[in-house]
């Protein structure tokens, strides 16, 4: 993996555990980039306390959108020792033990193992309740998540899923598409979204801006449609949008939104937006040339078109 896929660098603080154990249980946990802090959590009716130190870390991992170096930090040795010393003796022995039984939490060790593949991860353990401002906010986290669960609250405030990792994640296509009379000039833009419920339409006008922005806008606008987590699918013409997505978002996050020669970023608040509405989702991106015929991004196109000759 090149050294720019390695440019976004995350702290990760978790926890999890059980009252009793096995019983309720419940998750935490702070990703913390640059100035930017995520906090998720989650509970599960039935489950372990090693477990729950699983369930955090795959679902922080699982939460980052592109391929980062991570320091993450642990009060379990069970999640520390397995992964750094464990797993691949595990994995080698056909998830057996060294005494030749079934490796316990098959299913979470798995799908650790396939959060982290695409990261650089540095596993540490630090002790835990010895008033370390993130471990005490992780577990903190974890206790409310189990004690909403316990009153019958089972939506996370943060709206993340609140049953354990591989519950499959709705699925939409969006196909997104902008226009500018003039360039810039009196602009529109739509989107067409396919789910499970069906179609979605969004569309809308600016009076004056340029294809970019409205190309950048209208998956804005398409990801603030989804209310939940998802894997989205977004079909662009637009080689900025995905290239500013996927390669120069990190940076410019980093370097106080500007480019590499030092000059402002065009359009910070719209790449902020998107950054923000990107992030509890799975979204591969796909670039599509406007000359494709497909009839969804010629209907997503339509309805640009048509916003922009309202504003002119």
Known sequence: MS???RECHVEIYTDGG???NPGPGGWGAILISGTRIKELSGAAPESTNNRMELTAAIEALSALKRPCTVSLFTDSTYLRDGITRWLARWQARDWLKADGTPVENKDLWFAL?????NHQVEWHWIRGHRGHRWNERADELAREARQRLDAGA??????????EPGQALPAYDIYARGCALGNPGPAGYGAVILGPLGETLRSGGWPVASNNVMELWAIVAALQALDSPARVT???PSKYVIDGATRWLPRWERSGWRTQSGQPVKNPELWQELANVMGDHDIVWQHVASSEPDPHAERAMALARAEAEKQQ
């Open 234 to 236: 977004i079909h662009t």
């Open 18 to 20: 059980c009252d009793p």
């Open 3 to 5: 050294n720019q896929d």
């Open 113 to 117: 193992a396939e959060a982290q593949r």
């Open 154 to 163: 089972r939506q996370h405030a943060d709206e993340r899923r609140t049953t």
